[in-house]
């Protein structure tokens, strides 16, 4: 995972355009697009005001969207006439289905039983995990990094921990590569980058360690060790944002 890349993107995503906030007009929304390689489908990432963004793909009548909105995260699933949205933020998730609201607290894993239920029964989820499965994400984007933790989750609730294990894999490199900041005043996008690779491999130890300590047969626990790990993952990679959005430049 490339800091560089990933830090352009990002200040691009949560900055906006720093002079002409600070001549007091409001930018308007811009929007970029990039074709999958693998699918040949456009995917869209459009940036406005400070610390928001989204995220969007379609095919045919399934489209996926996310929507960053300052320190949480609303994707939204729709499939014909099914839709499922959830919301992620370092506190943990809430899912809305037809079934009805779920919610999920990280301080009480336990508690992330539910949320599995809740998105394994909705038709929207399994058609999207499949659609989100076929792409071929760069996790030095901000939209690969974006889509690859909503593949995570959406493929942990239905047994599937291929996408987990993606995104782990991708920060033990990230926290491997040694980074040069420039010193300077205040809170920095290295600082930010520093915090954030620290946090999110104490985040992957902890889903090693609950993987390791559980029973290659108990499939129901090893699915809750994934799901919590990708609601984790989410909120480390929105609090970097966050972080990014705030600082010096």
Known sequence: MNKRAIGALTLSLLAGTTLTRAAGTTSPPTARQTIDPATGLAITMTTGE???????????????????????????????????????DHEGIVVSTRAGVTTASLRHPETMSQVVEALAEAPAVSDAAALLSRLRLDPATTTGQALALTKALLQ???GDGRGTLEVVNGVREATRRPHIVAAGLGLTSGDCWGAYTAEASRTANEYADCYNN???????????CSTVYDVEAEGDWLDYLNCVGSATT
């Open 214 to 224: 559980t029973s290659w047969y108990d499939v129901i626990d090893r699915v809750a």
């Open 156 to 158: 942990s609730v239905a």
């Open 50 to 88: 400070r610390g928001t963004g989204s995220f969007e793909i379609t095919n045919g009548r399934l489209t996926v969207r996310k929507d960053v909105l300052q320190g949480r995260s609303i994707t939204t699933i729709t499939s014909g006439s099914d839709q499922v949205s959830f919301t992620i």
